[in-house]
Structure formats: structure tokens, C-alpha cells
């Protein structure tokens, strides 16, 4: 897919503590980066000759809405297959460690999970449908 055929947006719980609210974000970001390879650009060197690491290449909104919305565009996302889908959990985020996130995954439904947040990556389409009439994240 080319630049203008895809967006990737991210969907944060308006009612996170600004603190978790951006470290929902960045997690989300830090994923994206790893699974999207093309979303990162390479380095840039600047006037003075410093180099500067690649940032992303297209812009990434931030939206806002409850969490049960997070979920309703989460698993609408899940049901397409030509979108990528990073969640953050309400497990994740309070998991100390990345074994006890595996374990407290493994032992909670689907269901039973409360997302804070939810990024999409995909036919541009697609992700206007499901998050187009959400607001900003201010």
C-alpha cells in the first residue's frame, strides 16, 4: 500500500490520568514501530551534519472514547483481515512484568479484558469507518 492509500490512528480511554493515557500511547507506538516497518522513515541528518533518528512517516491521530467504544472498534477492527490491530489492556498496564502480562492473559477471557486503548494500521477506508467520528484526544 502507498502512504495516501493507509492511515494508523490510535484510541485512547478519555478518562485515563494524563500519565497512563500517554503511556497507553506509546506502547501502542513502540509496537507500530516493530510491526510496521515501512511506518518508520530512516534517519535525517541535519544543517550541521547530526544525525537524527527516523521518525514516523504519516501522521498518527490520537482519538478519544470510552472504553467500551475502544472495544466495540477493537474487535470490528479484528473481524478485517487487512488491518493491523495493537491493543493495550487494562492486564498490560498493570502487569509489572512481561511474564506476569502473559500469565494474567492467559488466564482472562477475551471478554473479560477492558482495553485503553486500541491502534489501527490499514486501508484508510477501514480505519475512517470505524474511528471516523470519534474526537481528538485533548
Given amino acids: 500500500m502507498d502512504d495516501g492509500a493507509v492511515k494508523c490512528v490510535m484510541v485512547i480511554s478519555g478518562s485515563l ?4 493515557a500517554v ?4 506502547v501502542l507506538a513502540a509496537t507500530l514501530g516493530r510491526r510496521v516497518e515501512a511506518l518508520v ?5 541535519d544543517g550541521s551534519g547530526e544525525r537524527h533518528a527516523g521518525l514516523v512517516r504519516i501522521p ?6 470510552d472504553e467500551e467504544a475502544i472495544k466495540s472498534v477493537r474487535v470490528r477492527a479484528a473481524a478485517l483481515e487487512d488491518l493491523l490491530v495493537v491493543d493495550v489492556t487494562e492486564t498490560a498496564q498493570s502487569s509489572r512484568t512481561y511474564e506476569e502480562y502473559e500469565d494474567r492473559m492467559a488466564s482472562t477471557r477475551g471478554d473479560g479484558l477492558g482495553y485503553l486503548g486500541v491502534a489501527l494500521y490499514g486501508e484508510k477506508r477501514a480505519v475512517n469507518k470505524l474511528t471516523g467520528s470519534l474526537p481528538l484526544l485533548r
Fill in 60 to 65: 498518527i491521530p490520537v482519538l478519544k472514547a
Fill in 41 to 45: 522513515g530512516p534517519d535525517v541528518v
Fill in 17 to 20: 490520568p494524563v500519565g497512563l
Fill in 23 to 26: 503511556n497507553a500511547a506509546g
